[in-house]
């Protein structure tokens, strides 16, 4: 599996576990899981752009 899509693909993991845990956390009103969850979430989008700026450079 090439880097740029490796990266997409567990970017776009990562969102999916972040939101879960965001909703999880806003449902049992446990502020730190809501919290992990976001930056969880926003650590998945950034590394699904690596990919694709990989992908643009080909590396």
Do not use: P, Y
Request: glycine share 14%; proline share 0%; charged share 40%.
């Amino acid at each position: 599996m090439k880097s740029s899509t490796k990266e997409n693909t567990e970017g776009k993991m990562h969102q999916a576990k972040g939101k879960i845990k965001e909703i999880v956390g806003k449902a049992v009103g446990n502020r730190d899981l809501e919290a992990e969850g976001k930056i969880e979430n926003l650590d998945g989008k950034i590394q699904e752009k690596l990919g694709q700026v990989e992908k643009i450079f080909g590396k």
